[in-house]
């Protein structure tokens, strides 16, 4: 049961590191605010959806490590015991990560944009439900380290 409660814990934790931070259009860290972001209008020429890979942090395979290591443990005893916390240290760890990455895995669009001045640009970002259509009007904001297209 111990080991039922663990793997829960390291879900949550995972699963929390996922829903931290998101990278739409709208979606703004707390160092962003105050900071002058310039201003390009341009129009949608396409738009395409694309995967944004997950997070991998070690949460999630120091989290699996020590799941797997206890749950490995129980195996026998003596040495028996010690072979297996290591065997499930190392397969829980790389299942850890595995679960992170595809517990953070998010859905992205690839905006492609004609800039007024005639520059075509793409710019990837989180899918925040805009739906933007080609020949559709959009600003795009920059401030030297973060774009992002909005209406």
Request: charged residues 20%; proline residues 1%; positive net charge.
């Given at each position: 049961?111990r080991?039922?409660?663990?793997?829960m814990?390291l879900?949550?934790?995972?699963?929390?590191v996922?829903?931290?931070?998101?990278?739409?259009?709208?979606?703004?860290?707390?160092a962003?605010?105050?900071?002058?972001?310039?201003?390009?209008?341009?129009?949608?020429?396409?738009v395409?959806?694309?995967?944004l890979?997950g997070?991998?942090?070690?949460?999630g395979?120091?989290?699996?490590?020590a799941?797997?290591g206890?749950a490995?443990?129980?195996i026998g005893?003596?040495k028996?015991?010690?072979?297996g916390?290591?065997?499930?240290?190392v397969?829980?760890?790389?299942a850890?990560?595995?679960?992170e990455e595809?517990?953070?895995?998010?859905q992205g669009?690839?905006?492609?944009?004609?800039m007024?001045n005639?520059?075509?640009?793409a710019i990837?970002?989180?899918?925040?439900?805009e739906?933007?259509?080609?020949g559709?009007?959009v600003?795009?904001?920059?401030?030297?380290?973060?774009?992002?297209?909005t209406?």
């Amino acid at each position: 049961m111990r080991i039922v409660n663990l793997g829960m814990a390291l879900l949550a934790a995972v699963s929390v590191v996922g829903c931290a931070a998101g990278q739409g259009g709208g979606d703004y860290q707390r160092a962003e605010a105050r900071r002058v972001m310039s201003v390009r209008m341009g129009v949608v020429e396409s738009v395409r959806l694309v995967k944004l890979e997950g997070t991998k942090s070690p949460v999630g395979t120091v989290g699996g490590a020590a799941v797997g290591g206890i749950a490995g443990s129980t195996i026998g005893s003596g040495k028996g015991s010690a072979i297996g916390a290591v065997v499930g240290a190392v397969v829980g760890g790389l299942a850890g990560a595995a679960a992170e990455e595809g517990v953070t895995r998010k859905q992205g669009i690839e905006v492609t944009l004609k800039m007024d001045n005639g520059e075509m640009l793409a710019i990837v970002q989180e899918d925040g439900g805009e739906n933007f259509q080609p020949g559709e009007r959009v600003r795009l904001l920059q401030d030297g380290r973060t774009t992002r297209v909005t209406r």
